[in-house]
Protein backbone atom coordinates (compact mmCIF):
# COMPACT_ATOMS: atom_id res chain seq x y z
CA UNK A 1 0.00 0.00 0.00
CA UNK A 2 1.67 3.65 -1.19
CA UNK A 3 1.83 6.58 1.50
CA UNK A 4 -1.71 8.01 -0.14
CA UNK A 5 -4.28 9.56 1.85
CA UNK A 6 -6.36 6.63 3.39
CA UNK A 7 -9.97 7.25 3.52
CA UNK A 8 -12.20 4.72 5.91
CA UNK A 9 -15.92 5.09 6.28
CA UNK A 10 -17.95 3.75 9.35
CA UNK A 11 -18.15 0.02 7.70
CA UNK A 12 -14.48 -0.55 6.86
CA UNK A 13 -13.23 0.90 10.49
CA UNK A 14 -16.48 -1.64 12.17
CA UNK A 15 -15.20 -4.51 9.87
CA UNK A 16 -11.53 -3.71 11.05
CA UNK A 17 -11.53 -3.33 14.47
CA UNK A 18 -12.08 -6.48 16.81
CA UNK A 19 -12.40 -6.28 20.11
CA UNK A 20 -9.87 -8.81 21.19
CA UNK A 21 -7.11 -6.34 19.19
CA UNK A 22 -8.35 -3.33 20.88
CA UNK A 23 -8.64 -3.88 24.53
CA UNK A 24 -4.84 -4.90 25.28
CA UNK A 25 -3.77 -1.73 23.51
CA UNK A 26 -6.27 0.24 25.26
CA UNK A 27 -4.54 -1.32 28.82
CA UNK A 28 -1.54 -0.36 27.16
CA UNK A 29 -1.87 3.10 26.28
CA UNK A 30 -4.20 3.97 29.55
CA UNK A 31 -1.28 3.15 31.89
CA UNK A 32 1.68 4.65 29.56
CA UNK A 33 -0.85 7.87 29.96
CA UNK A 34 -0.90 7.15 34.17
CA UNK A 35 2.47 7.56 34.52
CA UNK A 36 2.66 11.50 32.84
CA UNK A 37 5.36 10.71 31.04
CA UNK A 38 4.92 13.90 28.57
CA UNK A 39 8.39 12.75 26.27
CA UNK A 40 5.91 9.46 25.58
CA UNK A 41 2.60 11.21 25.87
CA UNK A 42 0.55 14.52 25.18
CA UNK A 43 -2.78 14.45 25.60
CA UNK A 44 -4.66 17.89 26.77
CA UNK A 45 -8.14 17.96 28.41
CA UNK A 46 -10.58 18.19 25.00
CA UNK A 47 -11.70 21.71 24.25
CA UNK A 48 -15.40 21.58 23.82
CA UNK A 49 -17.06 24.41 21.72
CA UNK A 50 -20.61 24.54 23.06
CA UNK A 51 -23.25 24.89 19.97
CA UNK A 52 -26.12 26.56 22.23
CA UNK A 53 -29.22 26.78 20.07
CA UNK A 54 -29.00 23.35 19.19
CA UNK A 55 -27.83 21.53 22.59
CA UNK A 56 -25.05 20.23 21.47
CA UNK A 57 -21.00 20.20 21.75
CA UNK A 58 -18.13 20.42 19.66
CA UNK A 59 -15.22 18.28 21.18
CA UNK A 60 -11.36 18.26 19.57
CA UNK A 61 -9.32 15.69 21.12
CA UNK A 62 -5.54 15.69 20.09
CA UNK A 63 -2.98 13.50 21.40
CA UNK A 64 0.95 12.48 20.34
CA UNK A 65 2.06 9.28 21.12
CA UNK A 66 5.74 9.34 20.25
CA UNK A 67 7.18 6.18 20.73
CA UNK A 68 3.62 4.59 19.35
CA UNK A 69 4.57 7.08 16.26
CA UNK A 70 0.62 8.26 16.74
CA UNK A 71 -0.35 11.80 16.00
CA UNK A 72 -4.20 11.91 15.87
CA UNK A 73 -6.75 13.96 16.49
CA UNK A 74 -10.95 13.19 17.14
CA UNK A 75 -12.97 15.65 16.45
CA UNK A 76 -16.82 14.32 17.57
CA UNK A 77 -20.21 16.23 18.23
CA UNK A 78 -22.60 14.94 20.64
CA UNK A 79 -25.92 16.46 21.51
CA UNK A 80 -28.37 15.70 24.11
CA UNK A 81 -31.08 15.36 21.51
CA UNK A 82 -35.44 15.54 22.05
CA UNK A 83 -37.29 12.53 22.50
CA UNK A 84 -38.02 10.48 19.26
CA UNK A 85 -35.59 12.66 17.30
CA UNK A 86 -33.59 10.29 14.29
CA UNK A 87 -30.66 12.33 14.64
CA UNK A 88 -28.09 10.76 15.93
CA UNK A 89 -26.28 12.57 19.10
CA UNK A 90 -22.58 11.36 19.01
CA UNK A 91 -20.89 11.96 15.48
CA UNK A 92 -17.15 11.89 15.33
CA UNK A 93 -14.42 11.94 12.44
CA UNK A 94 -10.46 11.08 13.15
CA UNK A 95 -7.49 12.28 11.68
CA UNK A 96 -4.15 10.69 11.77
CA UNK A 97 -1.11 12.28 10.91
CA UNK A 98 2.26 12.00 9.98
CA UNK A 99 4.09 13.19 13.16
CA UNK A 100 7.45 13.94 11.73
CA UNK A 101 6.22 15.93 8.23
CA UNK A 102 2.93 16.62 9.53
CA UNK A 103 0.84 15.67 6.83
CA UNK A 104 -3.04 13.86 7.13
CA UNK A 105 -2.31 9.74 6.57
CA UNK A 106 -5.74 8.88 7.12
CA UNK A 107 -9.13 10.58 7.28
CA UNK A 108 -11.86 7.60 9.11
CA UNK A 109 -15.21 7.60 10.58
CA UNK A 110 -14.90 8.29 14.48
CA UNK A 111 -18.28 6.86 15.13
CA UNK A 112 -17.29 3.41 15.22
CA UNK A 113 -13.60 4.30 16.72
CA UNK A 114 -15.74 6.05 19.74
CA UNK A 115 -18.98 3.55 20.16
CA UNK A 116 -16.32 0.79 19.94
CA UNK A 117 -13.13 2.28 22.46
CA UNK A 118 -15.67 3.36 24.59
CA UNK A 119 -17.17 0.16 25.59
CA UNK A 120 -13.68 -1.68 25.59
CA UNK A 121 -12.68 0.72 27.91
CA UNK A 122 -15.84 -0.23 30.25
CA UNK A 123 -14.62 -3.63 29.15
CA UNK A 124 -10.83 -3.53 30.67
CA UNK A 125 -13.21 -1.58 34.13
CA UNK A 126 -15.01 -4.35 34.30
CA UNK A 127 -12.64 -6.64 34.34
CA UNK A 128 -10.53 -5.30 36.75
CA UNK A 129 -13.63 -3.83 38.97
CA UNK A 130 -16.59 -5.91 38.95
CA UNK A 131 -17.41 -8.41 41.75
CA UNK A 132 -15.35 -11.82 41.04
CA UNK A 133 -19.01 -13.78 40.74
CA UNK A 134 -20.62 -11.43 38.49
CA UNK A 135 -24.14 -12.68 37.13
CA UNK A 136 -26.86 -9.67 36.53
CA UNK A 137 -25.57 -7.12 33.84
CA UNK A 138 -27.81 -4.57 33.66
CA UNK A 139 -27.67 -1.64 30.73
CA UNK A 140 -29.54 1.67 31.19
CA UNK A 141 -29.65 3.50 27.30
CA UNK A 142 -30.38 2.10 23.78
CA UNK A 143 -28.55 3.85 21.48
CA UNK A 144 -25.30 3.22 19.91
CA UNK A 145 -23.23 3.07 22.96
CA UNK A 146 -25.69 0.58 24.85
CA UNK A 147 -25.03 -1.80 21.75
CA UNK A 148 -21.56 -1.82 21.95
CA UNK A 149 -21.76 -2.00 25.44
CA UNK A 150 -23.94 -5.48 25.14
CA UNK A 151 -21.92 -6.58 22.52
CA UNK A 152 -18.18 -6.73 24.27
CA UNK A 153 -19.95 -7.19 27.50
CA UNK A 154 -21.30 -10.45 26.34
CA UNK A 155 -18.64 -11.48 24.60
CA UNK A 156 -15.91 -10.79 27.15
CA UNK A 157 -18.01 -12.32 29.90
CA UNK A 158 -20.43 -14.84 30.50
CA UNK A 159 -23.30 -13.37 32.21
CA UNK A 160 -26.66 -15.35 33.82
CA UNK A 161 -28.93 -12.60 33.13
CA UNK A 162 -29.33 -9.69 30.62
CA UNK A 163 -31.34 -6.74 31.72
CA UNK A 164 -32.18 -3.34 29.51
CA UNK A 165 -33.99 -0.26 30.70
CA UNK A 166 -34.38 2.63 28.31
CA UNK A 167 -36.81 6.03 28.91
CA UNK A 168 -39.24 4.61 26.16
CA UNK A 169 -39.87 0.83 26.74
CA UNK A 170 -40.36 0.51 22.70
CA UNK A 171 -36.68 0.87 22.07
CA UNK A 172 -35.48 -1.03 24.95
CA UNK A 173 -37.74 -3.41 23.14
CA UNK A 174 -36.04 -2.77 19.67
CA UNK A 175 -32.76 -3.19 21.06
CA UNK A 176 -33.55 -6.71 21.94
CA UNK A 177 -35.20 -7.56 19.17
CA UNK A 178 -32.16 -6.44 16.81
CA UNK A 179 -30.12 -8.80 18.92
CA UNK A 180 -29.09 -13.04 19.52
CA UNK A 181 -29.22 -13.65 22.76
CA UNK A 182 -32.01 -13.00 25.75
CA UNK A 183 -32.48 -9.99 27.42
CA UNK A 184 -35.26 -8.68 30.16
CA UNK A 185 -36.64 -5.73 29.31
CA UNK A 186 -37.18 -3.41 32.51
CA UNK A 187 -39.96 -1.14 33.56
CA UNK A 188 -37.93 0.73 35.76
CA UNK A 189 -34.40 1.74 36.39
CA UNK A 190 -34.99 0.47 39.86
CA UNK A 191 -36.35 -2.53 38.52
CA UNK A 192 -33.24 -3.28 35.87
CA UNK A 193 -30.82 -2.62 38.73
CA UNK A 194 -31.70 -4.34 41.66
CA UNK A 195 -29.43 -6.96 42.13
CA UNK A 196 -27.14 -6.13 38.94
CA UNK A 197 -23.68 -7.13 39.91
CA UNK A 198 -22.61 -4.94 36.68
CA UNK A 199 -24.31 -1.60 35.68
CA UNK A 200 -23.78 0.82 32.31
CA UNK A 201 -24.85 3.83 32.35
CA UNK A 202 -25.24 5.34 28.71
CA UNK A 203 -27.79 7.94 28.28
CA UNK A 204 -28.26 11.42 27.30
CA UNK A 205 -29.23 12.06 30.95
CA UNK A 206 -28.83 15.79 32.54
CA UNK A 207 -30.27 14.64 35.78
CA UNK A 208 -29.20 11.79 37.98
CA UNK A 209 -31.10 8.34 37.02
CA UNK A 210 -28.99 5.88 38.75
CA UNK A 211 -29.83 6.46 42.38
CA UNK A 212 -27.10 4.76 45.45
CA UNK A 213 -30.00 2.76 47.31
CA UNK A 214 -31.12 0.86 44.47
CA UNK A 215 -27.11 -0.19 43.95
CA UNK A 216 -26.46 -4.22 45.00
CA UNK A 217 -23.17 -3.40 47.60
CA UNK A 218 -19.87 -4.61 45.56
CA UNK A 219 -21.56 -3.91 41.91
CA UNK A 220 -19.68 -2.10 39.47
CA UNK A 221 -20.81 0.78 37.71
CA UNK A 222 -19.48 1.73 34.37
CA UNK A 223 -21.26 5.42 33.95
CA UNK A 224 -20.86 6.18 30.52
CA UNK A 225 -22.94 9.21 30.31
CA UNK A 226 -22.71 12.78 31.83
CA UNK A 227 -19.98 14.49 29.83
CA UNK A 228 -20.75 17.80 30.84
CA UNK A 229 -20.07 19.56 33.92
CA UNK A 230 -23.53 20.58 35.07
CA UNK A 231 -24.95 17.03 33.51
CA UNK A 232 -25.56 14.11 35.63
CA UNK A 233 -26.39 10.53 35.61
CA UNK A 234 -25.94 9.00 39.22
CA UNK A 235 -26.70 10.37 42.56
CA UNK A 236 -24.91 12.31 45.45
CA UNK A 237 -25.24 8.90 47.33
CA UNK A 238 -23.55 6.44 45.08
CA UNK A 239 -21.07 9.19 43.94
CA UNK A 240 -20.34 9.49 47.46
CA UNK A 241 -19.98 5.67 48.78
CA UNK A 242 -18.53 4.10 45.81
CA UNK A 243 -15.16 3.65 45.30
CA UNK A 244 -14.61 6.18 42.19
CA UNK A 245 -12.33 5.24 39.44
CA UNK A 246 -11.90 7.55 36.16
CA UNK A 247 -10.15 7.27 32.85
CA UNK A 248 -8.30 10.74 33.43
CA UNK A 249 -7.93 12.94 36.22
CA UNK A 250 -8.27 16.17 34.32
CA UNK A 251 -11.23 15.02 32.09
CA UNK A 252 -12.61 14.14 35.03
CA UNK A 253 -12.48 17.34 36.97
CA UNK A 254 -13.11 19.63 34.44
CA UNK A 255 -15.74 17.52 32.28
CA UNK A 256 -17.98 15.24 35.17
CA UNK A 257 -21.05 16.34 36.49
CA UNK A 258 -21.33 13.57 38.60
CA UNK A 259 -18.21 14.43 39.96
CA UNK A 260 -17.86 17.98 40.47
CA UNK A 261 -21.62 18.35 42.16
CA UNK A 262 -20.72 15.44 44.16
CA UNK A 263 -17.52 16.28 45.75
CA UNK A 264 -16.86 12.79 45.34
CA UNK A 265 -13.45 11.98 45.74
CA UNK A 266 -11.47 10.41 43.35
CA UNK A 267 -9.51 7.14 44.29
CA UNK A 268 -7.53 6.20 41.06
CA UNK A 269 -7.25 6.76 37.21
CA UNK A 270 -7.91 3.14 35.20
CA UNK A 271 -4.02 3.23 34.20
CA UNK A 272 -2.89 4.07 37.70
CA UNK A 273 -4.94 0.47 38.55
CA UNK A 274 -3.40 -1.17 35.28
CA UNK A 275 0.17 -0.32 36.38
CA UNK A 276 0.04 -1.24 39.31
CA UNK A 277 0.20 2.16 41.85
CA UNK A 278 -3.44 1.95 42.77
CA UNK A 279 -5.74 -1.28 44.57
CA UNK A 280 -8.48 -1.91 42.63
CA UNK A 281 -10.95 -2.90 45.32
CA UNK A 282 -13.46 -4.99 43.84
CA UNK A 283 -15.00 -6.35 46.97
CA UNK A 284 -16.61 -2.39 47.09
CA UNK A 285 -19.17 -0.48 45.22
CA UNK A 286 -17.05 0.94 42.53
CA UNK A 287 -17.86 3.66 39.99
CA UNK A 288 -15.63 4.27 36.62
CA UNK A 289 -16.64 8.01 35.42
CA UNK A 290 -15.54 7.49 31.66
CA UNK A 291 -15.10 10.46 29.81
CA UNK A 292 -12.93 9.25 26.78
CA UNK A 293 -9.93 10.13 25.96
CA UNK A 294 -7.62 11.09 22.53
CA UNK A 295 -5.27 8.28 23.01
CA UNK A 296 -8.08 6.10 23.25
CA UNK A 297 -9.40 7.27 19.74
CA UNK A 298 -5.61 7.04 18.83
CA UNK A 299 -4.55 3.90 19.38
CA UNK A 300 -7.16 2.50 17.77
CA UNK A 301 -7.50 4.55 14.39
CA UNK A 302 -3.45 3.06 14.07
CA UNK A 303 -4.84 -0.20 14.99
CA UNK A 304 -7.32 0.30 11.94
CA UNK A 305 -4.60 1.68 9.57
CA UNK A 306 -2.69 -1.57 10.58
CA UNK A 307 -5.09 -3.82 9.92
CA UNK A 308 -6.16 -2.54 6.67
CA UNK A 309 -2.37 -2.41 5.75
CA UNK A 310 -1.68 -5.96 6.77
CA UNK A 311 -4.60 -6.83 4.32
CA UNK A 312 -2.84 -5.50 1.27
N1 LIG B 1 -17.52 8.29 27.92
C1 LIG B 1 -17.27 8.36 26.64
O1 LIG B 1 -16.15 8.16 26.17
C2 LIG B 1 -18.39 8.66 25.71
C3 LIG B 1 -19.59 9.07 26.19
N2 LIG B 1 -20.64 9.31 25.35
C4 LIG B 1 -21.89 9.72 25.98
O2 LIG B 1 -22.66 8.53 26.18
C5 LIG B 1 -24.05 8.83 26.15
C6 LIG B 1 -24.74 7.92 25.14
O3 LIG B 1 -24.21 8.18 23.86
P1 LIG B 1 -24.80 7.44 22.55
O4 LIG B 1 -25.09 6.02 22.87
O5 LIG B 1 -23.89 7.79 21.44
O6 LIG B 1 -26.18 8.21 22.37
P2 LIG B 1 -27.55 7.67 21.74
O7 LIG B 1 -28.35 8.87 21.37
O8 LIG B 1 -27.29 6.66 20.71
O9 LIG B 1 -28.25 6.97 22.98
C7 LIG B 1 -28.66 7.74 24.08
C8 LIG B 1 -29.59 6.94 24.95
O10 LIG B 1 -29.90 7.74 26.09
C9 LIG B 1 -31.31 7.85 26.25
N3 LIG B 1 -31.61 9.14 26.86
C10 LIG B 1 -31.46 10.37 26.32
N4 LIG B 1 -31.83 11.31 27.20
C11 LIG B 1 -32.20 10.66 28.32
C12 LIG B 1 -32.68 11.08 29.58
N5 LIG B 1 -32.85 12.37 29.86
N6 LIG B 1 -32.96 10.14 30.51
C13 LIG B 1 -32.78 8.84 30.24
N7 LIG B 1 -32.34 8.37 29.05
C14 LIG B 1 -32.05 9.28 28.12
C15 LIG B 1 -31.88 7.70 24.83
O11 LIG B 1 -33.23 7.29 24.90
C16 LIG B 1 -30.93 6.63 24.29
O12 LIG B 1 -31.36 5.35 24.70
C17 LIG B 1 -24.13 10.31 25.80
O13 LIG B 1 -24.24 11.05 26.99
C18 LIG B 1 -22.79 10.61 25.15
O14 LIG B 1 -22.41 11.96 25.22
C19 LIG B 1 -20.54 9.12 24.00
C20 LIG B 1 -19.35 8.75 23.47
C21 LIG B 1 -18.17 8.49 24.26
O1 LIG C 1 -14.84 10.70 24.12
C1 LIG C 1 -15.72 11.03 23.34
O2 LIG C 1 -15.67 10.87 22.13
C2 LIG C 1 -16.93 11.65 23.88
N1 LIG C 1 -17.12 11.78 25.15
C3 LIG C 1 -18.36 12.43 25.43
C4 LIG C 1 -19.00 12.64 24.14
C5 LIG C 1 -18.03 12.16 23.11
Same mark, same amino acid.
Given at each position: ?22 ? *? ?5 ? +? ?6 ? !? ?12 ? *? ?30 ? !? ?44 ? *??? !? ?68 ? +? ?12 ? +? ?57 ? !? ?15 ? +? ?18
Amino acid at each position: MSDSLVLLNKCEVERLLSYDELI *PRLESAM +GKFSKRDS !SEIIQPVRSVVPIQ *PYNGFLGVMPSYMAADGILCTKMVTFYQRAEG !SSLPSTQATVLLFHPERGHITAIMDGEAITAKRTAAVSAISAKLLM *PAL !SEVLCILGSGQQAKSHYDVFTNVFKFKEVRIWSRRREMAQQFVNDLQGPVRVCSSVKEAVMGADLIVTAT +GASQPILFGEWVKP +GAHIAAVGACRPDWRELDDVLMREAVVYVDSREGATAESGDIILSGAHIFAELGEVING !SFPAQREKTTVFKSLGM +GIQDAVSAKLVLEKLKSEH
